[in-house]
């Protein structure tokens, strides 16, 4: 099956400074690929998604690259905020016939104000 | 409109017990998915249902079933329970199979805290 690595595990950015993160995966099938934000104690939530057709979307501070060849793909955050603490989660899915998605291992995002 | 929604929100179990989790979709999707979040990781896989018949099922013990009503809500049972079913466990609802523009995007409920004792 599918397996998604996420790297880093935890990251500090000063306010305002850019945030990076960066996940790989092994099935060249999958095409979906959603980030999801989980604060403590609640549900994970999407912020951005890419389809394997693009290769780079942007909504506001966010954006997502993907590089289907080397079957990586990343989330950028600018300008970032204290609110945008929180865990961060990459995700891939692939099949048409069925909608399993395989979630990397988090990343704790922490912006020091 | 209103999101997906699941009951209960937090339980305690004893090991050994059943426990039954439920989960209703947001209204005109019609396939819901399973995932268990264990603290510190991210949300694992353990089923999928779509129009009443699963559709997938993650690496996960036969004491996991789950099954989807006519209404599409659906109930995660979990039998047996042991310490390490103790989790976050996420119901998701898409509108639909595949890759078809956004249909196979998921949402997730705010999820059931499982505690075994």
Redesign the interface.
Same mark, same amino acid.
Request: charged share 15%; with cysteine; proline share 4%.
């Given at each position: 099956g599918e397996n998604v690595e996420q790297h880093p595990s935890t990251l500090s950015v000063q306010e305002g400074d850019s945030a990076v993160i960066k996940c790989t995966y092994s099935d060249s099938a999958s095409n979906y690929f959603p980030w999801y934000k989980q604060e403590l104690g609640k549900r994970p939530q999407l912020i951005i998604d890419i389809r394997s057709n693009v290769g780079e979307k942007k909504d506001q501070r966010i954006a997502v690259t993907l590089n289907k060849t080397a079957k990586h793909f990343s989330l950028h955050i600018t300008e970032t905020q204290p609110e945008d603490s929180a865990v961060y989660f990459c995700a891939a899915s692939g099949s048409v016939l069925r909608n399993q998605f395989y979630f990397g291992t988090g990343t704790s995002l922490t912006v020091i104000p | 409109d209103a999101g997906v929604t699941q009951s209960p929100t937090h339980l305690i179990k004893t090991r050994g017990q059943q426990v039954t989790l439920r989960c209703s979709p947001i209204s005109g999707h019609k $396939?819901v $998915?399973w =995932?268990q979040q264990v603290l510190? /990781? &991210?949300? /694992? +896989?353990i089923f /999928?249902y =779509?129009e009443k018949e699963e559709?997938?099922r &993650?690496n996960f013990p036969d004491r996991f079933s789950a099954r989807q009503f006519p209404n599409y809500s659906s109930e995660l049972n979990v039998n047996a329970l042991l310490l390490g079913d103790s989790a976050l466990y996420?119901c998701a609802s $898409?509108l639909f199979? &595949? *890759?078809m523009g956004s249909g196979? *995007?998921? =949402? +997730? %409920?705010? %999820?059931s805290w499982l505690t075994v004792v």
């Amino acid at each position: 099956g599918e397996n998604v690595e996420q790297h880093p595990s935890t990251l500090s950015v000063q306010e305002g400074d850019s945030a990076v993160i960066k996940c790989t995966y092994s099935d060249s099938a999958s095409n979906y690929f959603p980030w999801y934000k989980q604060e403590l104690g609640k549900r994970p939530q999407l912020i951005i998604d890419i389809r394997s057709n693009v290769g780079e979307k942007k909504d506001q501070r966010i954006a997502v690259t993907l590089n289907k060849t080397a079957k990586h793909f990343s989330l950028h955050i600018t300008e970032t905020q204290p609110e945008d603490s929180a865990v961060y989660f990459c995700a891939a899915s692939g099949s048409v016939l069925r909608n399993q998605f395989y979630f990397g291992t988090g990343t704790s995002l922490t912006v020091i104000p | 409109d209103a999101g997906v929604t699941q009951s209960p929100t937090h339980l305690i179990k004893t090991r050994g017990q059943q426990v039954t989790l439920r989960c209703s979709p947001i209204s005109g999707h019609k $396939s819901v $998915s399973w =995932y268990q979040q264990v603290l510190g /990781q &991210g949300p /694992q +896989f353990i089923f /999928q249902y =779509y129009e009443k018949e699963e559709r997938g099922r &993650g690496n996960f013990p036969d004491r996991f079933s789950a099954r989807q009503f006519p209404n599409y809500s659906s109930e995660l049972n979990v039998n047996a329970l042991l310490l390490g079913d103790s989790a976050l466990y996420l119901c998701a609802s $898409s509108l639909f199979l &595949g *890759t078809m523009g956004s249909g196979n *995007t998921i =949402y +997730f %409920g705010e %999820g059931s805290w499982l505690t075994v004792v």
